[in-house]
Nanobody, 115 residues
Framework: VQLVESGGGLVQAGGSLRLSCAAS????????MGWYRQAPGKQRELVAD????????NYADSVKGRFTISRDNAKNTMYLQMNSLKPEDTAVYYC?????????WGQGTQVTVSS
């Protein structure tokens, strides 16, 4: 099983980024998935989750209305569109299964939002 996150970078407050999570070694379409993030000195937290078919999504209150999670099962890939970014969104972003992140963690992708 391999999860590879990409798409992070440095952006000014108010900007946008689109993260991708490419999965291999799993039957991707049957797995509910989530985006998680970990800021320096803080615990990893769930940002958004999506069911296997993509029909249901949920968001942390801190990102609701700004972030959109989606997936393309034909490409074994999940996305996180992040708009109106804030400095407090700065973190390493990871993808994993949801609600139990039982897959091996990838290297994550760094998102840095400058004020």
């Amino acid at each position: 099983v391999q999860l590879v996150e990409s798409g992070g970078g440095l952006v000014q407050a108010g900007g946008s980024l689109r993260l991708s999570c490419a999965a291999s070694g799993i039957t991707f379409s049957i797995n509910s998935m989530g985006w998680y993030r970990q800021a320096p000195g803080k615990q990893r937290e769930l940002v958004a989750d999506i069911t296997g078919g993509g029909g249901s999504t949920n968001y942390a209150d801190s990102v609701k209305g700004r972030f959109t999670i989606s997936r393309d099962n034909a490409k074994n890939t999940m996305y996180l569109q992040m708009n109106s970014l804030k400095p407090e969104d700065t973190a390493v972003y990871y993808c994993n299964a949801w609600p139990d992140p039982v897959l091996y963690w990838g290297q994550g992708t760094q998102v840095t939002v400058s004020s």
